[in-house]
């Protein structure tokens, strides 16, 4: 019953996630651009600044769902490519439902937008891979004013939080060896 419940409430976070208000894209061409008025003298860590930024609901529901809000308060430090709520609605309902459904693998595909360490936008363009906490590497591109991570696009960079910075992506990122199918039998 608890498990039922809890998937109720998170789809309900889900599609309240997906009404909230637009979230406007601050990437300028060609280089990225840090949003500086978001940086505080203690900004809390990467899951407070995310819960308070108001379009990441879906990505801090899912953190609490997989019990890694202990983890990703800790010291850190931590670079959070973060999936907006509209990256997540944009999953299908039966994978978001199974995900849910599953803790560890919900940890798993979680722990593929983490990186161990601060890694500012200046960092991560110099770079063409990036090594998640999951163990697989993200690939990045950056041509054309955009930067990529895989298929997913950076939309808004250097969040700052007092245990890492926090990147705005487009899309849920889904490690190559991750088997969706598995998710639903």
């Not at 998937?7 to 979230?23: N, S």
């Not at 907006?84 to 944009?90: L, N, Q, R, S």
């Not at 991570?149 to 190559?176: C, E, Q, S, W, Y």
């Amino acid at each position: 019953m608890k498990k039922q419940i809890a998937t109720i409430g998170m789809l309900a976070l889900i599609t309240c996630g997906a009404q909230a208000e637009p979230f406007s894209p601050q990437l300028a061409e060609p280089a990225l651009v840090a949003d500086h008025h978001m940086e505080a003298k203690n900004p809390g860590t990467v899951v407070n600044v995310a819960a308070n930024a108001g379009n990441f609901d879906t990505l801090v529901a899912a953190i609490q769902a997989a019990k890694l809000q202990s983890t990703l308060k800790g010291d850190g430090p931590f670079t959070i490519l973060a999936p907006t709520d509209e990256a997540f609605a944009a999953l299908p309902k039966s994978t978001l439902n199974a995900l849910l459904a599953n803790p560890d693998k919900l940890a798993t595909i979680l722990k593929y937008h983490v990186i161990s360490g601060k890694a500012p936008a200046s960092k991560v363009v110099t770079m063409s891979n990036l090594n998640s906490l999951q163990g697989s590497d993200i690939e990045v591109k950056a041509m054309d004013g955009k930067v990529m991570l895989n298929d997913a696009r950076v939309l808004k960079t250097d969040v700052m939080a007092g245990n890492g910075v926090i990147h705005a992506i487009d899309k849920v990122l889904i490690p190559a060896d991750f088997d969706l199918a598995s998710l639903e039998e």
